[in-house]
């Protein structure tokens, strides 16, 4: 139905709803039944069964379930059950972390759910926003959260901020009056309020006519969930090793038992030995470890305030080059400040942010006491009497309820130990002419406990200006002359200039016998006392941390709906803005294309006055360019934007539903230094990945080399099926693990942002694994061969000692993968989990070797004193070779 057509009346008899009552409990229950709850409802989800059974889809994890058949068929019993017991914690790892994700989001959404005042059985209760059903009548006033789409009965002074459906960033004024037009857009639609939009001025009655999916923003909503979940790089790449792990170990290990058959090896050992060595060249490990490492890494971004709704776009982080950022809120605290005050010809600056009532006011670098000054005294007390906003204090934080400028006026007062609530114990404000959009003021009439009235206005300076006849001056009143206009207007534009918001501050006294009924008579023949200057400032740490974003490669952009002059300012504070970049407005990208746009987007840095329209045409000129970009948004309108981009962020706080629905990651706390350790540890989880990659397929190549060297060599086997696998799940899980926990190198966020096209073995990876395991086989077997040539009755003796030099070759040179440089450039003990890993691994092999029920099955015998000098040697011979070539190439150059 047009809604918007039809007068109030008309509404309340369509919609079947009494005025004087409400609908009464009985009707809401049909209308429930009838309509559902209040809420945007989710796209359905698999149901636990399926998530976990999902987690076993994986290429190499069905190739593994085949290895535990056959292992199971050919009574290999433990080996079954150890290869399936790794499958089954990587799909519960995998399981869990999906569903801690979704329940993060849950919880946030819940904070967010607001209450309504609705009118039911004839009178007024809170409820919450989700019990709504159309035809309830509901009232709202500054600092709501409209909980549903209505149609405006009742309306004083009513402005809503519809910025999270629309894009617009000024208030909206409301009426009631009907509107012409079957086609009329969203944002004017003025008799309208619609679920999601917050109230910051004024107040007023609608009644409900959609709710849940049935509001503008539900059907937005709707567009959004059916999106299609792409696979990131690293899912990918991970995929295609490990097809390739799968062919090339089959291969390795038909090799190996042709030749040990030709050889005169028993078909049913070698046939063993062939699958013991087919599931030591496929990392099982690999899957598990990969989701632990991004699970842990989840959790410690939710300790930094940022919640990841999709786990593997976490890896994306770490290629991220352009950070699109909104201002307000993400850069700034969203709290207006007032800065500096002018008066008379006298300048003060303000010091303390946001809503927290310290501060101090200096004059000439001088610290001032406000007591001293009654001119300063009486701009901050009229400014805090013609006010309609509350500084509220919960827990110790200060939170506004009304409008942000005027919240900014009673915070200055605040800082000088003027506090509303005490002023009205002095003053009473006998009447009140609400801001107009059109007069771009607001009136009070006070009087104090003398009995004598005056009038206080405040509003736009150029508009006070215009009205007032006489100026303060040297806490005098003078005649408003031309000269003392120009004086004030010069410092109105000093003020703009430091893109600060300026508000005028007027008074008027009254004789005994002058009485004030229109806004009219108040607002004329006025006293201009002087003007406050407001800012929305910078979060202090945001600074810093776009100078560690620009460190680390990546490019940060300002995208903003305000003016220009304030976006370049915020950004030549924040160092963002450098000398030769540009700042361009919406107007300007209207007329381009995004072709265009591509051609110069490299070098502009800020964008102003931009619609959530933009930010689409911003994100695609910048991918095009082949930038991966990472964008911020709140509303319903950034939807498009942050799913477009390659990295989408919304906010906890101020964000919809709608965004956080399109987005993968959540800012909890809405800041942008949370984005910049967000991409570290992304970078971090990315790097701790390749680490335990290295580990494991060096380990794997080692152990595959050395039984083939042996086999062409025409030696025994140096190492039975069974110690294979245990060298496998024991030695080479546990630190592999622990690598996942490292913390990260010191010139993480140094480095450039890697290409999304990277491979896992670039930066010499590949050589890394190939060289160490070449040499991990080669002294393991060189090991053997030295024990069984000395005595080469006692096989099971040299086979030992080749499991013995495997497992400390491998324990090793996990220290050497903590660093993409030398094993000398990390201190070992930094990452305790991972020396608890290595001990953990050197413990169990001794228990392997020297618990006397367990040698039988591991077909070890215990070592002798003076060979573990010799397991020792060969083993570190693999990391501290190639490590102290090195050493010694960078300490020639650094010579030279």
Not at 406 to 417: I, Q
Not at 522 to 535: C, K, S, T, Y
């Amino acid at each position: 139905m047009k809604w918007h057509e039809m007068r109030s009346d008309e509404v309340m008899n369509s919609i079947n709803t009494d005025a004087e009552n409400g609908l009464t409990s009985k009707e809401v229950q049909k209308r429930t039944q009838k309509f559902g709850f209040n809420e945007l409802k989710e796209a359905e989800r698999p149901s636990a069964i399926i998530i976990f059974l999902s987690q076993f889809k994986d290429f190499m994890v069905l190739v593994l379930l085949v290895a535990t058949l056959i292992s199971g068929l050919l009574g290999e019993y433990i080996d079954a059950i150890a290869i399936i017991a790794i499958v089954v914690v990587n799909g519960i790892l995998g399981f869990f972390q999906e569903r801690r994700a979704e329940r993060s989001l849950e919880a946030l959404k819940e904070l967010s759910a607001p209450q309504v005042m609705v009118l039911r059985n004839g009178e007024w209760v809170k409820i919450l926003s989700k019990e709504l059903v159309p035809g309830d009548l509901v009232k709202f006033t500054s600092g709501d959260r409209i909980g549903a789409d209505m149609r405006l009965i009742n309306t004083k002074s009513l402005e809503v901020e519809e910025s999270a459906l629309t894009g617009e960033s000024l208030p909206v004024q409301k009426s009631t009056q009907p509107i012409a037009g079957a086609d009329v857009g969203l944002g004017d639609l003025t008799n309208m309020v619609f679920m999601g939009t917050l109230v910051t001025r004024g107040s007023g009655v609608g009644v409900v006519i959609g709710t849940g999916m049935n509001t503008a923003m539900g059907q937005i909503a709707d567009l959004l969930q059916n999106a299609e979940t792409m696979e990131t790089p690293l899912q990918r790449r991970l995929e295609q090793l490990g097809k390739i792990l799968i062919v090339v170990a089959l291969l390795l290990t038909v090799l190996v038992v042709a030749i040990g058959v030709i050889q005169g090896h028993d078909l049913y050992n070698m046939f063993l030995a062939g699958v013991s060595l087919a599931v030591a060249a496929i990392p099982e490990g690999l899957p598990a470890i990969v989701t632990v490492a991004l699970s842990l890494g989840v959790q410690r971004m939710i300790k930094q305030k940022s919640i990841v709704r999709k786990l593997p776009a976490v890896e994306t982080l770490g290629c991220a080059s352009v950070i699109c950022s909104d201002k307000t809120g993400t850069m700034t605290q969203n709290k207006m400040t007032v800065t500096n005050v002018w008066s008379g010809g006298k300048d003060w600056t303000v010091t303390g942010t946001g809503y927290h009532p310290h501060g101090e006011f200096f004059q000439n670098d001088q610290k001032v006491e406000v007591k001293h000054s009654k001119t300063l005294q009486q701009i901050l007390t009229f400014g805090t009497l013609c006010n309609s906003a509350e500084i509220v204090e919960k827990e110790g934080h200060f939170q506004l309820d009304g409008d942000p400028t005027e919240g900014a006026l009673l915070v200055s007062a605040m800082k000088a130990g003027l506090v509303k609530h005490s002023l009205l114990k002095n003053f009473k404000i006998i009447e009140e002419f609400p801001f107009d959009s059109a007069r771009k003021m607001m009136s009070v009439v006070v009087e104090d406990k003398s009995g004598n009235r005056f009038v206080v206005t405040k509003g736009a300076p150029d508009v006070l200006l215009g009205i007032s006849t006489n100026i303060l001056w040297n806490e005098r009143q003078e005649n408003l002359t031309s000269d003392y206009a120009s004086k004030v207007k010069d410092s109105i534009e000093n003020l703009a200039s430091q893109a600060l918001r300026t508000i005028a501050i007027a008074f008027k006294p009254l004789n005994s016998s002058e009485k004030i009924h229109t806004s009219l008579e108040a607002e004329r023949d006025l006293v201009f006392i002087g003007l406050q200057g407001m800012i929305d400032p910078p979060r202090p740490e945001v600074k810093q941390a776009v100078k560690e974003c620009r460190d680390a490669g990546i490019k940060t952009v300002m995208i903003t709906g305000d003016h220009v002059i304030t976006a370049k300012a915020i950004a030549t504070q924040l160092n963002l803005l450098p000398s030769n970049g540009k700042v361009m407005e919406g107007k300007e990208l209207n007329s381009l294309s995004v072709e265009e746009l591509e051609a110069i987007v490299d070098d502009v840095y800020v964008f102003a006055r931009v619609s959530p329209e933009h930010k689409l045409k911003i994100v695609k000129a910048l991918q095009n360019k082949g930038h991966i970009v990472a964008m911020t948004g709140d509303g319903v309108n950034d939807a498009p934007a942050i799913k477009a981009a390659d990295i989408g962020i919304s906010m906890g706080i101020t964000g919809t539903d709608v965004a956080k629905e399109a987005s993968a990651l959540v800012l909890v706390d809405d800041n942008f230094a949370t984005i910049k350790s967000a991409i570290k540890e992304g970078r971090n989880i990315y790097e701790n990945i390749r680490k335990f990659i290295r580990y494991l397929l060096a380990s794997n190549v080692g152990e595959i080399l050395v039984m083939l060297f042996a086999m062409i060599l025409a030696l025994p086997l140096p190492l039975v099926p069974i110690q294979i696998l245990w060298v496998n799940l024991v030695t080479d899980g546990l630190p592999a693990m622990a690598l996942g926990l490292d913390q990260p190198e010191g010139d993480l966020m140094k480095r450039k942002p890697r290409h999304p096209k990277e491979g896992v073995f670039a930066r010499g990876l590949g050589w890394k694994v190939i060289s160490r395991g070449f040499l991990i086989g080669l002294a393991t077997l060189a090991a053997f061969m030295i024990v069984y040539y000395r005595n080469p009755d006692d096989l099971a003796y040299a086979q030992t000692i080749a499991f013995a030099t495997l497992v400390m070759a491998q324990l090793i040179h996990v220290f050497d993968c903590r660093s993409e440089k030398s094993i000398f450039d990390r201190n070992p003990f930094e990452n305790i989990y991972l020396i608890g890993a290595v001990i953990s691994s050197i413990l169990l092999m001794l228990i392997v070797i020297y618990f006397p029920p367990l040698q039988p099955i591991f077909h070890t015998i215990p070592i002798l004193m003076r060979d573990w000098l010799l397991i020792l040697g060969m083993s570190a011979i693999p990391t501290f070779l190639l490590a102290g070539s090195l050493l010694t190439r960078k300490t020639s150059k650094t010579m030279i």
